[in-house]
C-alpha cells in the first residue's frame, strides 16, 4: 500500500477486522502488515512444535578400553561398539594409561587403528585418536545409511527404552548383576 500515516493504517485494519503486525520496526518507515495475528502465533506455534518432534538427538555413548585388553575382551567390547553403530549412535572410545603404561601411547593408538578398520563398514572416525592426559579418545559416528537404517527402526518398532528392556530380559546374566556381594 506504500507510506501510510498511522491513523490511517489503523483504520483499514479495523475496516477489514485484522490487526495492524509491525514486521520491521528497525526499517525507515516501519514496515507494518494486516493479518490475524491470533492466527499467526498458532500456526508459528505449530512449525515450532513440529521442528522440535523432527529434530534428531545425537547420543554419544562411551567405551573404556586399557593398551592391555585380553582378546576376548576386546571382541566383547568391539561387540558394544558394533551395536552401538547400528543403533546410530557415535561411539566415544576412550583407552585408560595407568603407570608406566603411559609411556606406551603407541599401544593405545594401534588399538583404536586396529577397532577402526574392524568396524568400517559401520561408521567412521569422526574424531581422530589423541592423547588427553591419562586418556586417549577416539569418538566413531554411524555412516549415513546405518544412521538411516536405525532411525527407520526406531520408528517401526517399539521405543528404544522398550527395545534395550526386552534385551536385558533376553539375556539375565546381564541383567541380574553379580550375586551375592558381600557389600551390599
Known sequence: MGIVPLERALQLAADVDLDLVEVAPMARPPVCKLMDFGKFKYESALKAREARRNQ??????EMKLRPKIDPHDYETKKGHVVRFLKAGDKVKVTIMFRGREQSRPELGYRLLRRLESEISELGYVEAAPKQDGRNMIMVLAPHRATKAAAVAANTK???????SEDAAEASPATAAGP???PGE
Open 56 to 61: 534428531q538427538q545425537t547420543v554419544i555413548k
Open 157 to 163: 518398532g517399539a521405543p528404544r527404552e522398550q527395545r
Open 179 to 181: 550375586a551375592g556381594n
